[in-house]
């Protein structure tokens, strides 16, 4: 099976999960706020897909949401501001990259 490059499985593990916490404390004008739909409350991927045009970013969704587990609910109405992909990607390709 090959992965995306977008996959959780090729992302730096806690160490980006950690910068995206810090990220989402303050998050830049380009983050996008995303509201989430009722057709959407247990499928990730379908929020993923819909915001980045990817399904392989459903756990940084899981993460800014903090769902432990990504078969939970997130509720119908729920607002996320979620990052920019550029900036994801950038976050792959520095995984030591300090956030300001």
Do not use: H
């Not at 432990?68 to 109405?77: E, I, K, T, W």
């Amino acid at each position: 099976m090959t992965l995306s490059r977008l996959d959780r499985a090729n992302f730096g593990g806690p160490l980006v999960q950690a910068l995206l916490y810090r990220a989402m404390k303050n998050p830049g004008d380009d983050w996008i706020e995303y509201t989430i739909d009722p057709n959407e409350e247990y499928d990730l991927y379908k929020v993923s897909y819909n915001v980045w045009g990817t399904v392989d970013c459903w756990w940084v969704i899981a993460v800014v949401a903090g769902l432990d587990n990504p078969m939970d609910r997130l509720p119908a109405g729920t607002v996320l501001m979620l990052p920019p992909l550029p900036l994801i990607r950038e976050w792959m390709m520095k995984p030591g990259k300090t956030i300001q």
